[in-house]
């Protein structure tokens, strides 16, 4: 197959705009840039729409080659890589039509049950590959709100030359979650942080600019990587593929947290997708909403602790390459030095925050009028949906993400609709392994105490 793209080697920039560029490889081993930027693709190839409206008559793993190979460029063979992609894109991506012209895709049918295992299980193959390649090895340090961890772990499970090292909220993750991290054992290690998301994620994040701990190969899987950025662009055009015909326009509503995955549909949408508008819905954690209404950026801390536990984000991290998208910067603090074009992403997006209330009467009322079982998370999408359904009129055709399984969230659930959501086969046997678990303060002494010993003992 000829693409009909430049095949020129796309090279990768920071947010920061202070380190040097680097390969697709640098950039997935990296993780971050050593200037604490996030890397951003230096080019985003377009595919035609003819092409893209073929890929109604292909399934995920061909979609998702002619998606990513132009960013990998040579550095993976063709067979290689489409092996690869076969192989991580063995589950059913439904999409299942609501009523007239609005659909559910529905991303949480991976083997831990949320839309993070795409990209981790493409990254961790990715990642695996090159280190071979180089004889290397390498520990995963990764924050988690929840489901970040399990996807991660499970997609690097019993990977020769890589050791996994998961911090996660003690007290923000739901049974069913922890259980999917901390089963598991191995070459995975969780740590349950007394503190919330934000403290987990800056505790990596000094780990990460730590000089002592240089030696530990230290790499990032979370949504700060390049590699779990890109293959969240795929499902975008899947999706567009099963819904749309010649001339439309598509709404896409994403519930979004560190705004990885509406990242990843901006990208789809350089890429020459025709999305109408992305409806970027949050919950109570509105300082992207209050940013596109006021122009002015103010992270939310502490973030506030709402029922759509994964998206509990004061100051997502994937902001700094919305800014970059549309011309502005953004340091890892949240500090703007360059404005964004505001008038364009007002143009492109519409950000909605939905209170934890609307996400409870939505799972209900979508229950009782559409028979669609939501979980907090795809409700909040449903929701931002809604809301601007009702502000500007119908459209079709409409795709909301339905991002976890509702069996990932039972509780809210069994009380509002009265219906106990049936295990996946995934999840089925959880309550009767091991848990794994190490215990650490929200200190970061104590987590570099742990690493150096932890990268002693060696694989
Ligand atoms: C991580 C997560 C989100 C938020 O995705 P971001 O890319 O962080 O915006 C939404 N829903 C679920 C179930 C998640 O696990």
Redesign the pocket.
């Known amino acids: 197959m000829i693409l009909v793209l430049s095949m020129k080697k796309i090279l990768y920039y920071s947010t920061n705009g202070r380190s040097e560029k680097v390969d697709f490889k640098g950039a997935l081993l990296k993780g971050q840039a050593p200037d604490m930027g996030l890397y951003m693709p230096e080019i985003i190839p377009t595919i035609p729409l003819a092409r893209i409206h073929q890929f109604s008559t292909m399934n995920y793993p061909e979609i998702s080659y002619e998606i990513i190979s132009p960013y990998v460029g040579d550095l993976v063979p063709e067979k290689q890589l489409k092996a690869m992609l076969l192989d991580a894109y063995d589950f059913d991506v439904p999409v299942e039509k609501v009523y007239d012209g609005k659909y559910i895709l529905r991303l ?1 049918r991976g083997p831990t049950c ?3 295992d795409f990209a981790a299980r493409l990254m961790g193959r990715l990642m695996h590959y090159f280190l071979r390649q180089e004889g290397k090895s390498i520990i995963i340090l990764t924050a988690t ?4 961890g399990s ?1 991660v772990a499970h997609a690097f499970y019993g990977l020769d030359n890589i050791r996994v090292v998961v911090l996660f909220p003690r007290n923000e993750v739901t049974e069913r979650q922890r259980r999917q991290m901390t089963t598991l054992g191995g070459n995975v290690n969780i740590l349950a942080v007394d503190g919330k998301f934000d403290d987990c994620q800056s505790l990596v994040k000094q780990a990460f600019v730590d000089p002592d701990l240089e030696g530990l190969n230290l790499s990032s899987a979370n ?1 700060i990587n390049i590699g779990r950025l890109l293959p ?1 662009a795929i499902y975008y055009f899947y999706a567009f593929s099963r819904v749309a015909h010649k001339g439309d326009e598509v709404i896409v509503s ?11 549909g901006l990208i789809a949408r350089k890429m020459g997708l025709p999305v109408h508008k992305f409806i970027a819905a949050t919950n109570e954690n509105n300082e992207f909403p209050e940013f596109m209404r006021t122009g002015l950026y103010k992270p939310i801390k502490p973030s506030k602790n709402c029922i ?1 536990n ?2 509990n ?1 004061g100051h ?1 991290s ?1 902001l700094a390459r919305v800014f970059a998208l549309y011309g502005g910067q953004m340091d890892e603090y949240g500090d703007v030095s360059q404005q964004p074009d505001i008038d364009s992403m007002h143009q492109d997006l519409y950000a909605v925050s939905i209170t934890d209330e609307e996400t409870r009467r939505t799972i209900k009322t979508s229950y009782e009028q559409d028979r669609i079982l939501l ?1 907090p ?2 409700a ?1 999408g449903w929701a931002g949906l809604t809301r601007y359904l009702d502000e500007f009129g119908d459209w079709s055709p409409c795709i909301s ?1 339905e ?2 399984d509702p069996a ?1 969230f039972p509780d809210e659930i069994i009380r509002l609709t009265g219906v106990n959501p049936p295990l996946p086969e995934t999840m089925a046997r959880l309550g009767e392994l091991d848990e794994h678990i190490y215990e650490i303060s929200g200190d970061y002494k104590t987590l570099k105490a742990y690493l150096n010993e932890f990268g002693r003992r060696g694989t």
């Open positions: 949480d949320s839309f993070k709100s929840g489901d970040t996807a949504s969240q994403v519930p979004s947290g560190n705004f990885g995955d509406l990242m990843g759509s994964a998206m984000v997502p994937n979980e998370h795809g909040v993400l991002t976890a990932k």
